[in-house]
């Protein structure tokens, strides 16, 4: 038996799944099309990757959930 609301979430999920795989797949052909070389494309994907919002904030986040964690504690623990 499914737990209530599993659909939305997942649908959600692909949803954003596929439009981060549109826009990543788009991103270096607009910039081929705009005159850019493989160079430029390198680094736009990078930037974005590690300091963007791929990776970047990793470290913010979780300093931030490192100093709740009694509240997360119960969640992970299935209380």
Known sequence: ???AGFARP??????AQLTV???MTMTPLQ????GH???VVGWV?????FAGGGYGLVAVVGGVLALLPLAFSA?????
């Open 31 to 34: 910039l081929q099309a705009h």
């Open 10 to 15: 997942l649908v959600a999920m692909v949803v």
């Open 1 to 3: 038996m499914r737990p």
């Open 37 to 39: 070389g493989l160079g």
């Open 21 to 23: 795989g549109a826009v």
């Open 45 to 49: 994907l990078s930037a974005h990757m």
């Open 75 to 79: 969640a992970r623990d299935g209380r």
